[in-house]
């Protein structure tokens, strides 16, 4: 098997259950600890406040960065707003899509995207998707961080950004497995370290800060196996000065799984 036997750790959360399964099936040892949670904004006045001016269609274009991210907008959109509005509402602008998930959700809608943003969808392709458009009224849903690179290059352009943020991430509830990662990690008892979105980054550091053992975690994670679901993720790993030893041909969790699995061991070999 590709793994053959190596202990690796994945931060996954909503599909832990499935990133075992992979680890399984690849002959690895997985130790699943989610790191991160995601909670409604107590206040969706934001929200609120961008409802009112999309129905009075002062924007010109928005851009979707998450499906599950649209989908939420358009359920706290809708505790005020006739269900099926914001849909309505979007059909009327210039819709700009930011991969594949947040694509199902306007096909579900019936809403045609005006531009879908190749892979690896990161902010740098949202703008280069970008060049040349006209519109300069522009709202970007965000998705649990703030998006500065994209929200910078728009306003660079002479656009009128609004930043609309309905949900964040968080901790998990139970963080005991998430520190039982962290002690594993200083203890050496992974090989493979798995991050499938960027608020792993933080959240794991977070948690070694908090029991003083951030230095060691990042001495570990330079003699261990750092996979990194794709650009953006690895962005954030060099953010955290925090190294990167392999990303997937598609920032999907599958591939970074499969591919991983049969060249971890060489990886592996070099940095120990």
């Given at each position: 098997?590709?793994?053959?036997?190596?202990?690796?750790?994945?931060?996954?959360?909503?599909?832990?259950?499935?990133?075992?399964?992979?680890?399984?099936?690849?002959?690895?040892?997985?130790?699943?600890?989610?790191?991160?949670?995601?909670?409604?904004?107590?206040?969706?006045?934001?929200?609120?406040?961008?409802?009112?001016?999309?129905?009075?269609?002062?924007?010109?274009?928005?851009?979707?960065?998450?499906?599950?991210?649209?989908?939420?907008?358009?359920?706290?959109?809708?505790?005020?707003?006739?269900?099926?509005?914001?849909?309505?509402?979007?059909?009327?602008?210039?819709?700009?899509?930011?991969?594949?998930?947040?694509?199902?959700?306007?096909?579900?809608?019936?809403?045609?995207?005006?531009?879908?943003?190749?892979?690896?969808?990161?902010?740098?392709?949202?703008?280069?998707?970008?060049?040349?458009?006209?519109?300069?009224?522009?709202?970007?849903?965000e998705y649990g961080r703030d998006n500065p690179e994209l929200i910078d290059g728009l306003r660079r352009r002479g656009a009128e950004v609004t930043p609309v943020s309905v949900y964040r991430w968080d901790l998990p509830e139970d963080?005991?497995?998430?520190?039982?990662?962290?002690?594993?990690?200083?203890?050496?008892?992974?090989?493979?370290?798995?991050?499938?979105?960027?608020?792993?980054?933080?959240?794991?550091?977070?948690?070694?800060?908090?029991?003083?053992?951030?230095?060691?975690?990042?001495?570990?994670?330079?003699?261990?196996?750092?996979?990194?679901?794709?650009?953006?993720?690895?962005?954030?790993?060099?953010?955290?000065?925090?190294?990167?030893?392999?990303?997937?041909?598609?920032?999907?969790?599958?591939?970074?799984?499969?591919?991983?699995?049969?060249?971890?061991?060489?990886?592996?070999?070099?940095?120990?």
């Amino acid at each position: 098997m590709p793994f053959d036997g190596l202990r690796v750790l994945s931060l996954e959360s909503r599909r832990c259950r499935e990133m075992e399964r992979l680890i399984r099936a690849c002959g690895g040892e997985p130790f699943v600890a989610p790191s991160m949670r995601e909670i409604s904004l107590a206040e969706n006045s934001g929200a609120f406040a961008f409802a009112e001016r999309l129905f009075s269609r002062q924007f010109e274009m928005m851009i979707l960065l998450t499906g599950v991210g649209t989908r939420l907008l358009a359920q706290v959109i809708e505790t005020r707003y006739p269900a099926g509005s914001f849909a309505s509402a979007l059909s009327g602008l210039t819709t700009v899509v930011r991969g594949s998930k947040p694509l199902a959700v306007l096909r579900e809608w019936n809403v045609p995207p005006s531009v879908v943003v190749p892979e690896p969808n990161t902010w740098r392709e949202i703008l280069s998707a970008l060049d040349g458009r006209p519109e300069r009224k522009i709202a970007v849903q965000e998705y649990g961080r703030d998006n500065p690179e994209l929200i910078d290059g728009l306003r660079r352009r002479g656009a009128e950004v609004t930043p609309v943020s309905v949900y964040r991430w968080d901790l998990p509830e139970d963080t005991a497995p998430l520190r039982k990662a962290v002690g594993g990690l200083c203890e050496g008892r992974f090989d493979v370290v798995l991050f499938t979105t960027s608020i792993q980054v933080p959240h794991l550091l977070k948690i070694a800060a908090e029991m003083g053992l951030e230095e060691a975690v990042r001495a570990a994670l330079k003699r261990t196996v750092v996979g990194s679901v794709g650009p953006t993720t690895s962005e954030t790993l060099a953010d955290y000065d925090l190294p990167r030893d392999f990303e997937p041909s598609h920032p999907k969790m599958g591939f970074l799984v499969n591919e991983i699995s049969g060249a971890a061991a060489e990886i592996l070999a070099r940095k120990r």
